[in-house]
T-cell receptor, first 117, second 112 residues
Framework: GAVVSQHPSWVICKSGTSVKIECRSL??????MFWYRQFPKQSLMLMAT?????????EQGVEKDKFLINHASLTLSTLTVTSAHPEDSSFYIC?????????????FGQGTRLTVV | EDKVVQSPLSLVVHEGDTVTLNCSYE??????LLWYKQEKKAPTFLFML????IEKKSGRLSSILDKKELFSILNITATQTGDSAVYLC????????????FGQGTTLQVKP
């Protein structure tokens, strides 16, 4: 199946710093990518929909100035957690869909575990 | 508001048992329902269901969708310890962007 690569797989940062997470579709082009957040023992919560060449669509309650999303090409979306705080510590996962595929299966990246100290 | 509800939230069984996981949904303009298995990291795809009454099968796992009653079940027969994971149900609904709405997940623990 299609491959989505997410990097880094884990990161520890100090409070107040920013962290960038990359999501790449390796063997297909994705006009749309999705960023999810998952707290321990909870399900995936959609944060935003990343659209190639245009602004991301954020879900209600997600601060767009804190979670900056850039989708500059058909194979790369980035999520930057700005001025990170300990409460931002979580598991962040991206997913992507092949724009040519009218089906609805989404392929997930490996996830990034962010710890803010 | 689109909603996906899974039950039970957690389940403990012994190897060899059969389990049934449930997923009900309320979604505008239903397109498909997907099941994923999540172990330590990102979810891995199991099934995608779009039509009622057609069972999808993969080894000991099977799933079926009822679009009239708005639910799906995931069956696992002859469970093994390697089946221990969180099983996530997701629905692709009103948005045509491919956005998925996830349920809370069912945590399955299979004891030897």
């Amino acid at each position: 199946g299609a491959v989505v690569s997410q990097h880094p797989s884990w990161v520890i940062c100090k409070s107040g710093t920013s962290v960038k997470i990359e999501c790449r579709s390796l063997d297909f082009q994705a006009t749309t990518m999705f960023w999810y957040r998952q707290f321990p023992k909870q399900s995936l919560m959609l944060m935003a929909t990343s659209n190639e060449g245009s602004k991301a669509t954020y879900e209600q309650g997600v601060e767009k100035d804190k979670f900056l999303i850039n989708h500059a090409s058909l194979t790369l979306s980035t999520l930057t957690v700005t001025s990170a705080h300990p409460e931002d510590s979580s598991f962040y996962i991206c997913s992507a869909r092949d724009y040519r595929d009218r089906g609805t299966e989404a392929f997930f990246g490996q996830g990034t575990r962010l710890t803010v100290v | 508001e689109d909603k996906v509800v899974q039950s039970p939230l957690s389940l403990v069984v012994h190897e060899g048992d059969t389990v049934t996981l449930n997923c009900s949904y309320e979604v505008t303009n239903f397109r498909s329902l997907l099941w994923y298995k999540q172990e330590k990291k990102a979810p891995t795809f199991l099934f995608m269901l779009t039509s009622s009454g057609i069972e999808k099968k993969s080894g000991r796992l099977s799933s079926i969708l009822d679009k009239k009653e708005l639910f799906s079940i995931l069956n696992i027969t002859a469970t093994q310890t390697g089946d221990s994971a969180v099983y996530l149900c997701a629905v692709h609904g009103s948005s045509n962007t491919g956005k998925l709405i996830f349920g809370q997940g069912t945590t399955l623990q299979v004891k030897p």
